[in-house]
């Protein structure tokens, strides 16, 4: 059964129980009511007011009855009134002084409900006879007077009524419950307040019948809570790497300019007449400098267009051995290469891959150059490129450096990110494993990273056949 038609049988279920009590109450209640209250009518009398009214007899517009049941009125020291339309009494026979000949309207109701007030009880009926409306009155006294007779006429209705109440308040209890728990806590996330309300901590109360019908909602609430909080810790955590990162790149751009300002001053002054290998040697500083820069702003625009999905990628078949060949060959020309010993490895020299070439060789030279920088020299590295039985491609970098630590590989793609190992250079972006990912998910890979302090690293990314068919068609 679904949530919804559980939730409508758990409302009509509960509905159902109530009236059926409700019932059950105003039965028993009618049945006790009639046991002590008209106990004592029975075996009074035979007369019947149907059968008074039958032997009522008008003539010359007076109103009589026979003589038996004159009779059987004393006897049973009963009397009769014959009321018209007004209420007056226009007949009546062995009634007691004390009995009132008028009767305003609801009073005979009131008598009957009530026949403790005025100590006698009547019975009515009505009737047209001649084309005028009578009232037969029939009444006697009250012989029993048992004051539990009083106190259960007077407050049979109250202790209904209260009952009622009570039985209605347990049923809206059972089925407001848990609605109101759930209200309260939309209203804690509306809040940011991403935890369960605090009055409802107690698994016991959440484990009663009317809480496992919303269990899907309650669980839906409870996956909705963690994804909150977490995105709240980790939007938190974000600022907060965002404003070091910030601090970092203001760092990194005012190294650079202050160099490039500090040239340029040196070679405007006339203070100096400075070589032409010095001024070329200053030209050269500059232009590092000015590539540094470039290479820091354009890694802040990669990574928020591949974010967006802001890049369209232009794929074309090209072999991934050429890549990663050519972009080793432009590696070993850095200074951080030569102190390091790197190896290639591939199981054939035809590697296919529907992949945007410049983006992909950006990815594998962050990941590569990651490698170099943040280890110590005569580190081996080692790329190794092979393609399985079932059409995958894979690439493995691998070095024998310093390593990580667990913390360090959870936070890896993170943007901003630039390690904690005090050892290693933090001079980058640290947007460059971040973007690297990017790319490679654009293309349809994935990337995973398995390492440990002081044994090294292995990074290893694949590429599925799937999609390389989804990309040839």
Request: proline share 3%; glycine share 4%; with cysteine.
């Amino acid at each position: 059964m679904n949530l919804r038609n559980r939730i409508a049988f758990y409302f009509v279920s509960r509905l159902f129980w109530l009236f059926i009590i409700w019932g059950l109450l105003i039965g028993l209640s009618i049945i006790l009511f009639h046991f002590f209250i008209g106990n004592d009518q029975q075996g009074n009398s035979q007369l019947s007011m149907n059968n008074i009214v039958e032997h009522t007899v008008v003539k010359n517009q007076e109103l009589s009855v026979n003589t038996e049941i004159k009779e059987d009125l004393q006897h049973n020291h009963m009397w009769l009134q014959v009321l018209d339309e007004d209420g007056y009494e226009t007949f009546a026979f062995n009634k007691p002084e004390t009995v009132q000949d008028h009767y305003a309207p609801g009073e005979l109701v009131a008598d009957y409900i009530y026949p403790a007030n005025k100590e006698y009880e009547l019975s009515t009926w009505y009737d047209t006879v001649n084309n005028q409306e009578l009232t037969w009155v029939l009444g006697k006294p009250i012989t029993n007077h048992n004051p539990f007779l009083y106190w259960a006429n007077n407050l049979w209705m109250l202790s209904i009524i209260a009952i009622g109440i009570i039985i209605a308040l347990f049923f809206g209890k059972q089925l407001s419950a848990p609605i109101l728990y759930m209200v309260s806590w939309v209203e804690n996330l509306s809040k940011e307040k991403y935890e369960k309300p605090s009055y409802h901590s107690k698994r016991r109360r959440q484990s009663k019948a009317e809480y496992k019908t919303f269990q899907e909602l309650t669980q839906a609430l409870s996956r909705l809570t963690s994804t909150l909080k977490r995105n709240q810790v980790e939007r938190e955590m974000l600022e907060e790497t965002r404003e070091e990162w910030m601090t970092g790149v203001s760092h990194d751009l005012k190294t650079p300019l202050s160099t490039i300002k500090g040239y340029t001053a040196i070679l405007a002054s006339d203070a100096y007449d400075w070589k032409q290998e010095e001024v070329r040697h200053f030209a050269n500083t500059m232009e590092e400098r000015v590539a540094y820069m470039e290479q820091l702003i354009e890694d802040f625009s990669l990574t928020f267009q591949l974010k967006n999905d802001a890049i369209p990628l232009q794929l074309e078949k090209g072999n991934v051995v050429d890549v990663i060949q050519n972009l080793l060959k432009q590696l070993q020309g850095l200074p951080e290469a030569r102190n390091n010993r790197i190896s290639f490895e591939t199981n054939s020299e035809q590697i296919s891959l529907h992949m945007d070439t410049k983006y992909l060789k950006r990815a594998f030279e962050n990941l590569i150059a990651n490698s170099m920088k943040h280890n110590p020299p005569e580190t081996s590295i080692a790329i190794k490129l092979y393609e399985d039985h079932s059409g995958k491609i894979h690439i493995v970098i691998e070095d024998d450096g310093i390593g990580m630590d667990q913390e360090t590989v959870d936070h890896l793609f993170d943007r901003y990110f630039r390690g904690t190992n005090n050892a290693s250079d933090t001079s980058g972006t640290g947007l460059g494993m971040a973007i690297a990912r990017q790319i490679i998910f654009a293309h349809g890979g994935d990337i995973v990273i398995k390492s440990k302090p002081h044994l090294g690293t292995q990074c290893h990314i694949i590429f599925p056949n799937d999609f390389q068919e989804d990309s040839i068609s």
